[in-house]
């Protein structure tokens, strides 16, 4: 049997799937929690669920994982620098901060002048560039570099000062012009940069997989999914760890659509952090239309189109100045979950429910240390990281250990650095409640459901079904908006203002209010709601029930992420173009790090084809592609007609290799350009 195993590392939790190439079937599949401190340990556990049997029949392995995009979330990132050549630092401080250049310290800026067709004026000074290198670059773990019209002149500078890096310091160095075709230099920049921070962090969790894999004496080699949903190698994801911004969201899709076969969906994955919105219509996962936006970063990344929601199961439950039930954005451990861990927050769950003396509080908060400190903070983080070190408390009762008023904002750098954690109550607590999942412990849910249900007066069980209705609202609301913004683009800025976000809830609530409007509005799709994670098949019925749509909740839908990572193939896709060069009259094929002058038109097209094909098939290798490779190739000339006749602006040829997976791995190993027998 020809086996692979999926493995999605989330927020919440790491699940693993056995499957099936041949028959495309899941054998088997395995779900564990998500070790933050060390993803390694889940990792472990998850395939320790498996059958041992196929574990050691697995050819290969894929994994997804959200390591990159929270660390963008978080503007969190290895120690890396950015070496700009041909730009003024002054362009970048204007217009940096619109794509994640904020900090002056990672920008080195080189003294070169290239001319907009390519041809290079001004050769930096290389001798003074070797220097400088010693210099700045001394403790830095990643090295970014760009130069101004890389793409038209064939990226010589970015490959010189590579060449002299690499020489001096043994450090890893990626060139813009490795990742990325476009023209905006100072978002190349940004997406260069971010791809080094990631370096040390993907590189990082590659030696704990790989340790994982050792100790289990599983000797295959592991993929990891591409934010355009297909799949790179180990060893290209080391130098490319900026493909996988969207890599969990994307494996979702593809996972979504393995399972349901639908032509026309939209696919709600739901995890314990966010939501997750994906649109395929006729059987295509749609792309974004731009490169990826993450956190502060806006980047030249290629992805399918994921709408992320700050609603999950792990969602942080309050009550507002009138008691009504607010879900946050932010994400908090549930009472069941930490209960399960740390027994003692059940005794203080039931302490606060019963003693009257304690403030009635519209939020139910509980705090608990996960992690011991060393050097760097202040003698109040570290009294505070000691009280809390396993043992769970309100900030009421630790000030009084203290001796001192504690406030939320005396442990937020132990929550942001994850030193500390923060205990609430949930919609997977209220999922406990009422009997919809039952993973951890009911009764820490129902006692921390209890005192917020006691302020609004009425029972648990009422106030954990209220609960369901705000997850549903805003869950059907952020489907309406999504879809609009599918339909009409302008919607995308009428969403930023609240009265129009209202509106959209109003047509949630009509529906169980008896109102004398004189005009009801009800929002419908045709498309059926493909839901994936844990918690949808609770949430998501009732939403389609009110948009009129069809809800699929498939068999193994709670690991799509796993079987999305398995599924994918390898993509690769070269973009070159032949210029006019309006000074001699001949032509500039360039793109893809090349340059090349030829004097015929046609001849000139002919290379460029040529070129373009044979980028493809390279780069669809280098991310673990075999042969045969699926060649699709688009042609696009444009000329243009003036009062003296037409004329010649510009020819682009694309190239797409896609193919399978080189699994069956056991008999090969990788090389630089693919995979070849031993």
């Known amino acids: ?135 700045t670059l001394r403790g830095i773990e990643a090295v970014g570099i760009v130069e101004m019209f890389a793409k038209k002149s064939g990226a010589p500078l970015e490959k010189m000062a590579k060449e002299i890096i690499q020489e001096e310091l043994d450090i890893p160095v990626v060139c813009g012009h490795e990742l990325f075709a476009e023209n905006n230099i100072v978002k190349r920049g940004a997406s260069t940069l971010l791809n080094a921070q990631l370096i040390s962090i993907i590189a990082e969790f590659m030696r704990s997989v790989r340790s ?99 609603l999950g199961g792990d969602s942080g439950i309050r009550l507002d100045e009138n008691h009504q039930i607010c879900l946050e954005d932010e994400k908090v451990m549930p009472f069941c979950m930490a209960a399960s861990e740390f027994p003692a927050l059940k005794e203080t769950l039931y302490r606060i429910q019963t003693d009257k003396s304690m403030l009635l509080t519209q939020r139910e908060e509980i705090y608990l240390g996960i992690k011991e400190i060393s050097d760097g903070y202040t003698d109040l983080e570290r009294g505070i990281a000691q009280l809390f070190y396993r043992n769970p408390l309100t900030l009421e009762d630790a000030g009084k250990h203290l001796g001192q008023t504690l406030l939320r904002v005396h442990l937020a750098r132990l929550i942001k650095e994850g030193v500390v954690i923060r205990c609430g109550m949930t919609p997977t607590d209220a999922m406990h409640v009422l009997g919809d999942f039952a993973h951890y412990d009911t009764e820490a849910a129902r006692c921390g459901a209890a005192k917020l249900a006691r302020i609004r007066r009425e029972s648990v069980d009422s106030f954990c079904r209220q ?38 809830a109003d047509t949630f609530d009509d529906e169980t209010k008896n109102n004398d409007f004189f005009l009801n509005l009800h929002f419908q799709t045709n498309a059926a709601l493909v839901g994936v994670g844990a918690p949808t098949h609770v949430f998501l019925p009732d939403v389609g029930r009110r948009l009129g749509a069809r809800v699929i909740t498939p068999m193994y839908s709670k690991a799509a992420n796993a079987l999305g990572a398995i599924v994918g193939g390898v993509s690769a896709k070269a973009v070159i173009e032949v210029l006019p060069n309006r000074e001699d009259g001949s032509f500039i094929i360039c793109g893809c790090g090349e340059r090349r002058i030829m004097t015929n038109l046609q001849e000139a097209e002919e290379a460029a084809v040529t070129v373009a094909i044979e980028k493809s098939r390279q780069a669809a290798c280098q ?37 399978e997976l080189c699994y069956g791995v056991k008999e090969k190993r990788q090389v630089d350009q693919g995979w070849v027998k031993r």
């Open 467 to 504: 609960v369901y209705t705000a997850v549903e609202r805003k869950l059907y609301c952020n489907l309406v908006r999504v879809l609009l913004e599918d339909r009409n683009r302008k919607v995308k800025d009428l969403a930023k203002f609240e009265p129009f976000s209202a509106f959209i």
């Open 623 to 659: 991310r673990g592609g075999v042969e045969p490779l699926a060649i699709q190739v688009e042609e696009k000339e444009e000329i243009v007609k003036t009062d003296f006749g037409p004329v010649f602006m510009g020819y682009r040829v694309s190239a797409r290799a896609k193919g």
């Open 212 to 310: 994982v894999l050792k100790s289990m004496d599983i000797d295959v080699p592991f993929v990891i999914v591409r934010s355009d949903g297909s799949l790179m190698t180990e060893e290209f994801a080391r130098k490319h760890p900026v493909e996988t911004l969207l890599c969990g969201p994307v494996a979702s899709v593809r996972g979504a659509m393995e399972l349901s076969s639908e032509e026309d969906a939209v696919v709600v994955d739901m995890g314990g952090t966010t939501t997750d919105v994906a649109l395929v219509k006729e059987g295509v996962p749609q792309n974004a239309e731009e490169g990826v936006q993450i956190g502060n970063w806006n980047t030249f990344v290629k992805g399918l189109f994921v709408d992320t929601i700050a």
């Open 1 to 135: 049997m020809k086996i692979g195993i999926g493995i999605d590392t989330g927020g919440t939790c790491t699940d693993a799937i056995v499957y099936h190439f041949e028959d495309k079937t899941i054998l088997a599949s395995a779900k564990t929690a998500t070790t933050k401190e060390n993803l390694s340990k889940g990792i472990a556990a998850a395939l320790q669920g498996l059958p041992t049997e196929f574990v050691k029949q697995a050819e290969v392995i894929a994994l997804s994982t959200t390591l990159a995009t929270n660390a963008c979330v978080e503007n969190k990132g290895g120690r890396a620098k950015l070496i700009f050549f041909g730009v003024k630092a002054e362009n970048v401080a204007r217009t940096g901060a619109e794509y994640g250049l904020t900090t002056e310290d990672s920008l080195i800026f080189i003294d070169s002048k290239t001319r907009p067709d390519g041809q290079i004026v001004k050769r930096p000074d290389w001798i003074r560039f070797r220097r400088q290198v010693k210099e």
